[in-house]
């Protein structure tokens, strides 16, 4: 791949450009506002329906639900697969907290196991948990890719685990033609506003294919209330604002693209970076025939890590540790049971570089030449 021409040193690649995801659509999304805004339509209107509709459309399944935030979607498909007080659920202890939070909050108990060198869930680890108390086993679709699922389903059919999918970062994702959260009990997304499909604010989806389901979903979303109107168990407040739905409705038509763009410039990436010894990248796009990944983030790990951000700051470019640069296991204050030894010694080197669909071929570029420099000089 040809190299881009020199770049000064007063360049700047932030990690994420949060003011540029309004500019990108502004007239549009303030016509959206005012449109919506003009009919009083705030809560549970035709927007949220027709985003429902098209949401389901996109990832193949019969029913999708709009909902307050990607940690109120696992908190839902969990009490879908009715996990309860002291039902134990296998989670990779390399994901968001919230991930293990909505177990708990739900009633049950998370166990944390390890994940592998592609930074998704171990299921021969997670094998090794299993005991009369596990239910369930939850895993996490991260940075835009997939679990084996393969692995996953065989696991669970053995010890009789429901599966319930975090796949709050893989919107669009695939294993082997099937979309992420179409694998077990139910599917979650989240629309923070640096997903691949995101909002202006907090918001999420659950993703189910029956309509059993479908009506206990519509329910706790919406305070246990059913289509009859009447209150039928105990729910929650977790609905999707209605304007935030006719934003994603609107980006929704654009997701393709975005992912295209993600995909090519993790590309970029791989093809620059793939002889430094110093380095794991994740895998390429398109290297591996039954995963489709959508590169949510593009998370590597980095020997020397601390001095290679601090020289990519000094030169303008953004990185960040995700969540804090802490696996759930390494929260002590959780008392949390875990086996993460690969989880434990990759927190020393994970970090994500600057990754959306905004970024042009020359920042990704500049970002590898000073990786290059970095290491060639190290």
Not at 34 to 55: C, K, P, S, T, W
Not at 63 to 84: E, H, N, Q, Y
Not at 336 to 353: G, Q, V
């Amino acid at each position: 791949m040809s190299r881009p021409i020199s770049v000064t040193r007063s360049r700047r690649v932030p990690f994420f450009d949060y003011p540029a995801l309004f500019a990108e659509h502004e007239r549009a999304y303030l016509e959206i506002f005012r449109e919506v805004l003009h009919r009083g339509a705030y809560i549970m209107q035709r927007d949220l329906v027709e985003f429902e509709v098209n949401l389901a459309n996109y990832c193949g399944v019969k029913f999708a639900f709009g909902v307050a935030d990607g940690t109120s979607a696992l908190i839902i498909a969990l009490k879908l697969a009715d996990i309860g007080d002291g039902d134990e659920v296998i989670v990779p202890s390399h994901t968001f907290v919230a991930t293990a939070a909505a177990v708990h909050h739900a009633g049950g108990i998370p166990v944390l196991c390890d994940c592998g060198p592609d930074h998704m869930m171990d299921v021969e680890s997670a094998r090794r948990l299993v005991n009369s108390r596990t239910r369930a086993v939850m895993p996490v679709q991260l940075n835009g890719r997939t679990c084996d699922m393969d692995e996953v389903g065989i696991f669970a059919k053995e010890y009789r685990l429901k599966i319930v999918e975090d796949s709050c970062q893989a919107l669009g994702a695939k294993f082997s033609g099937k979309h992420a959260g179409t694998f077990g009990v139910a599917g979650t997304f989240s629309f923070y506003p640096a997903k691949t499909l995101g909002c202006f604010g907090d918001g999420g989806a659950v993703i189910v294919n029956d309509d059993k389901s479908a009506e206990i979903v519509r329910q706790l979303r919406d305070h246990g209330r059913g289509t009859d109107g009447k209150v039928h168990r105990f729910g929650h407040n977790a609905r999707l604002d209605n304007i935030q739905a006719a934003i994603l409705n609107f980006k929704l038509q654009r997701h393709e693209g975005y992912v295209a763009r993600r995909r090519k410039l993790a590309d970029i990436y791989c093809c620059r970076l793939r002889e430094i010894d110093s380095i794991l990248l994740p895998p390429a796009p398109g290297s591996e025939e039954k995963r489709f990944d959508v590169f949510q983030n593009f998370e590597i790990e980095a020997y020397e890590r601390e001095r290679l951000r601090e020289h990519l700051a000094n030169r303008g470019i953004g990185t960040i540790l995700q969540w804090g640069g802490s696996m759930i296991h390494q929260f002590d204050d959780l008392k949390l049971k875990s086996f993460a030894p690969y989880a434990e010694e990759m927190s020393s080197r994970y970090l994500m570089l600057p990754m959306h669909h905004l970024l042009s071929d020359d920042d990704v570029h500049y970002i590898c030449d000073e990786i290059e420099k970095f290491y060639g000089n190290s």
